[in-house]
């Protein structure tokens, strides 16, 4: 059973989507989007049921392992191994998923199915990037998860949307090609050294190692994931990719696939080139920090809510970074409860916005203002998430800004230095919005009854509130299982194995 | 024969009612938020009256407990659960109550209760009241376990807890945009500290390995000076953001804009304080570090006297009061910064009774005035309302430390004769800041109680208001009662009750430092009598260039805007299409441009390509000779 | 004039191909392009002539024919393109306005 819940994880909502498709061809939203939900409830079910096998193997090293010869001729396999850090970030997948899904009954009115389809595409391909320990599946499923985003994005988004794609398009597939050729050249070597043509995430780590060219190797892959975090300076496709997308795919986008971008740091670069990482890291770093401050300078100017959003997003994560190449393992920790903490209070935060949006026809906080008597309920939330994303200790993005800043005080005091300058910005810009949009006298564009908070967004933003403030009064239980494993220890195979 | 269970219960008793403390304004704050401000005004301030009488009621019982039990020299630890454990580095939620986390769990329990209660009067018609009291019953919560985490990362939950409520509840009229901008104000400045509060977690975390207050006095004196003088410089730094200490004290003033209630509980008897009772907590290593004790001393008293001039010249009456506590905040300073613990905390125990007494009986005038906050248009109201100006000239005495019958006197002697052992100049300046308090209260309080009429009060302070208000006008004057020179009368409660945790109290010094210092707000009353006292013209307030730019709090708030905050706008908006996507627009303008330069070429006309071609041959052979 | 030595025949080429080559770039008729062209060809040819005459080898000849092939093509296809660009309502040989390949 556990055998192949792993690709199970990924097959079920390709299937869904599928079905989805299938389901909407006649035009209805409706059957679409149940279908939709139904499979985002089995992949759960079935996240459930690997989770549970995984406790009980206990803390650290790798909980589970699936293998199927794919091309053999060139050493391709469907090889997918899971660790504690895979698991939570399927996790996060998972709890981003479902408002994405649940809340895009009401702004996809046409095509339905086949947006539930790219959705669930999506949203599979992302599962398959947490689990592939194959480097060519792992590439596949970093395409899988970008290609229908586009279609998302080009077909249901704002004005303005063709080229925030082409943008959007351009710095990815660029730097996923750089991505592809690192993994060609290390295939490459290590088969001149071994004389096996492999693409095994394992094998390949013995020769990451050793090879004198490591160094360009990991650009390669730093590159590619220094765009999909983003990382300073490549992050100008975000903010006008994130203000063009749907509501679900901001959510998406922000929630989870930025993520994604900091677990392939973790395991394609620190992990599997220890060496060249640890003298990337002063620039990696640095360029975090200065991402940090810029980012959230960059932010207090914005007058799109979705840009201001996006740009502090960038900021944070830019603690992702610090805490990624500080070096040190609490720093590491403390990257993975803030990306877990961000891909919440930040996909929460494009929750409220879609909403303002839907609700005001605008984006434009100059034409909000004095919204708190009119949806109070929803500006309490819109409050609560602007103080976790400011770092109220307490709430989820504490627990990882202080360790990330812990791991980095132990590296450089300059740099936390800075990094700490970066949470009084977050500030700043954080009760700006609060300001403009919430508080002050009423504007009369926005007046306009703006009608209660539905049961979904109630729903939502709730669960999304209450883990926030689970991670932050006891994250001991997220940051005991999300210990990434290293390509080095003994695999879950092996171990069977023997 | 074994009396021993009876102890045991009564620790375990108190271990069981701490977090019970905590507990009752959480929770009423969660029910308030959940019931989304539907339950009738009745209702919520029951409520509130219940969950904080609760508090209080708990405080006090554990407090007596713990004074009668067998551990009341030391220290109780309640571990709650363990917050993060990563690699060696440990931080858990625990409280632990001594004697001087006691001290500070009473004020912010009892004197919390009876603003609290003011406070239901003073904001019944408010529509919004179940969300004011949400954000007053989660500050109380928030500063109980500021003063009883025993560790410092869960003090700092505490520390941003309330620096939150303060932000919510001075913007709680949102509808005023200057309102929302001043709690934007008064949460930068203090997060500005904050920052460095965090920093300075940091490295006393790497230095010692563990946040636990007692494990930091423990192991701390052990890290290397520069590094301890270092840290304490940043904690210094986070404790003078929350306390409005220059030069981070721009933001107090402003927060006036909140309710009443709010300034009287928080921007005078509790979160200002709060960096106060942090350097009294760590005082085992401040002590250590001569540098950052000097720097504290210097920063409170350059706030005593700046904070004192612009009171002398405002007109708002909050403002006054906003000021005052600023340079009585000073004096906590100065006293820390003089290894004075006892001083500092005797002070802040006073202050917060007369000085949310003083904003208590401002709120009553201000709102039997129609919200009239400037002082030149009231006058006379001491026939009006006689017992709101009793409250007010009891809290005037106090503040202005009249001898032997107020609070004040007592807590600022102490605070005088310790500085004299540093320096005479910070007695001297110290004691001029004295003379400045003096007269500036009581020129508020002629301006407002005599002379003619120039508002009209109406109806009356209830019940729920004036009761607050007695008791804390007994608390203002016998509450200085408890520690005495030795040359009045040898009393030593407070001290003695402190000295387990702050050590004895210092040598006490001559009686004509005393005799000086009893004469002082004397001098002051008087010259404020001759220069407000009643006349047949009603009191202007003196204008003139220098006199606004000490009323604007000489100046600090224009040069931070003109140095920090317009520059930083500015920038941020000649960026605001960030430079380094231009830079990736331009490079696809370049792509793009040439590229239709390209394409010019194919014109379709195919004598031109000929031409092309042949050019291109000519070239080719050209390159190959 | 030495059989051997190719120099007269390739200066005659060479000043036939530039006329050719500057006939079809200054003239904007059609036909006299086609017929410039056709002078281009025709120095390429007496070029091959030449050569094969120096080296004694039957290729130049070869290439003569292969190339009198071509020129006859071409220019029936060209004739062809421009009858029916007549026939299409074009009433002009002017090259310069054929470029609007309005498919």
Known sequence: MMMFALPALVLIPFLGGFAAWIAGLRGATRPAWAVSLVTLILMLLVLVNVTLASLSAGTGGWFAHFSMPWIPLLGINLRFDLDGLGLVMLWLNALISFPCALLSARNVSERAGLFHFLLLSTIAGINGVFMATDLFLFFFFWELMLLPLFGIILIWGDAGRQRAVLKFFLFTQGSGLLMLLAILGLVIVNAQRTSVITFDYFLLSQTAMITPVAGVLMLGFFLAFAVKLPMVPFHAWLPDTYAASPAAASILLSGVLAKTGGYGMIRFVVMLFPGPAAHLAPVAMTLGVVGILYCAWLAVAQSDIKRLIAYSSISHLGFILLGVFSGTRIGMEGAIAQMVAHGLSTGALFVIAGLLEDRLGTRDMAKMGGLWPAMPQFSAFAMFFAAASLGLPGLGNFVGEFLVLMGTWQVSHTMTFFAAAGLVLSSVYSLTMMLRVFFGPRRSEASSPLGALSVPHVAVLGVAALLLLALGVYPQPVLNLSVPASPHSVSYAQEQAQ | ?625 | ?103
Request: with cysteine; hydrophobic share 60%.
């Open chain 2, 1 to 625: 024969m074994t009396p021993i269970p009876a102890i045991v219960w009564g620790v375990s008793l108190v271990a069981t009612l701490l977090p019970l403390v905590i507990a009752c304004p959480l929770f009423v704050s969660i029910i308030l938020m959940l019931t989304g401000g539907k339950l009738p005004a009745r209702a919520t301030t029951l409520l509130v009256g219940a969950g904080m009488g609760l508090c209080a009621l708990f405080a006090v019982i554990s407090a007596y407990s713990f004074l009668t039990g067998p551990d009341s020299l030391g220290a109780l630890h309640v571990v709650l659960w363990n917050w993060m454990q990563v690699g060696n580095f440990t931080a858990q939620i625990a409280l632990s109550l001594d004697r001087l986390s006691l001290v500070m769990m009473l004020v912010v329990s009892c004197v919390g209760f009876l603003i609290l209660v003011y406070a239901c009067a003073y904001m019944y018609d408010d529509p919004d009241i179940a969300r004011f009291f949400a954000y007053m019953t989660l500050f109380v919560a928030s500063m109980l376990l500021l003063v009883l985490a025993s560790d410092l990362l869960a003090v700092f939950v505490g520390w941003e807890g309330v620096g939150l409520c303060s932000y919510l509840l001075i913007g709680f009229w949102y509808g005023e945009q200057a309102n929302a901008v001043a709690a934007r104000k008064a949460f930068v400045v203090t997060r500005v500290g904050d920052a460095l509060f965090l920093l300075g977690m940091l490295l006393m975390a790497t230095a010692v390995g563990s946040l636990d207050i007692p494990t930091l006095l423990a192991v701390g004196p052990h890290a290397p000076s520069t590094t301890l003088t270092l840290g304490m410089f940043l904690l210094l730094g986070g404790a003078m953001a929350k306390s409005a200490q220059v030069p981070l004290q721009t933001w107090l003033p402003d927060a006036m804009a909140g309710p009443t209630p709010v300034s009287a509980l928080i921007h005078a008897a509790t979160m200002v304080t709060a960096g106060v009772y942090l350097l009294a907590r760590l005082h085992g290593l401040f002590v250590l570090t001569p540098a950052a004790m000097l720097a504290c001393a210097v920063v409170g008293f350059v706030t005593i006297l700046l904070a004192a001039g612009s009171a002398l010249v405002q007109t708002d009456i909050k403002r006054i009061l906003a000021y005052s506590t600023m340079s009585q905040l000073g004096y906590m300073y100065l006293a820390l910064g003089c290894g004075a613990w006892h001083a500092a905390m005797f002070h802040l125990v006073t202050h917060a009774f007369f000085k949310a007494l003083l904003f208590m009986a401002a709120g009553s005038i201000i709102l039997r005035v129609h919200h009239e906050q400037d002082i030149f248009k009231m006058g006379g109201l001491r026939k009006d309302m006689p017992w709101v100006f009793t409250a007010f000239l009891i809290g005037s005495a106090a503040l202005a430390g009249l001898p032997l019958i107020t609070a004040g006197y007592f807590s600022k002697e102490l605070i005088l004769g310790s500085a004299y052992e540093v320096s005479p100049i910070f007695w001297a300046g110290a004691l001029f800041g004295a003379f400045l308090t003096s007269i500036y209260i009581f020129r508020c309080v002629f301006i407002v109680f005599w002379g003619g009429h120039r508002t009209h009060a109406h109806g009356r302070s209830g019940m729920a208001m004036a009761l607050p208000m007695a008791i804390l006008s007994v608390l203002a004057i016998a509450g200085g009662w408890m520690e005495m020179p030795d040359a009045i009368a040898n009393v030593h409660i407070f001290s003695n009750l402190l000295s387990p945790v702050l050590g004895a109290l210092p040598q006490e010094h001559g009686t004509s430092l005393l005799i000086v210092g009893s004469l002082v707000p004397i001098a002051g009353v008087t010259i404020a009598w001759t220069l407000w006292r009643p006349r047949d013209v009603a009191p202007t307030p003196a204008e003139s260039p220098a006199i606004a730019t000490l009323r604007a709090d000489w100046g600090f708030d224009t040069l931070y805007d003109r140095i920090f905050v317009r520059p930083f706008m500015v920038l941020a908006h000649l960026n605001r299409r960030d430079f380094i996507d231009r830079f990736y627009d331009l490079i696809a303008a370049l792509t793009q441009g040439s590229g239709q330069a390209i394409a010019r070429l194919q014109s379709g006309q195919v004598r031109r390509y000929a031409g092309w071609i042949a050019a291109g041959t000519v070239a080719a052979l050209c390159l190959a000779v």
């Open chain 3, 1 to 103: 004039m030495n059989a051997a030595d190719p120099n007269g025949a390739l200066i005659v080429a060479v000043i036939l191909f530039s006329l050719g080559a500057l006939g079809v770039l200054v003239r904007r008729n059609l036909l006299f392009m086609l017929m410039s062209t056709e002078v281009m060809l025709n120095a390429a040819c007496l070029a091959f002539i030449a050569a094969g005459n120096r080296w004694h080898l039957a290729d130049g000849q070869v290439m003569f024919i292969m190339i009198v092939a071509f020129a006859a093509a071409e220019s029936a296809v060209g004739l062809a393109i421009i009858l029916r660009m007549h026939a299409a309502g074009r009433a002009t040989l002017d090259a310069d306005t054929g470029n609007r390949l309005g498919g």
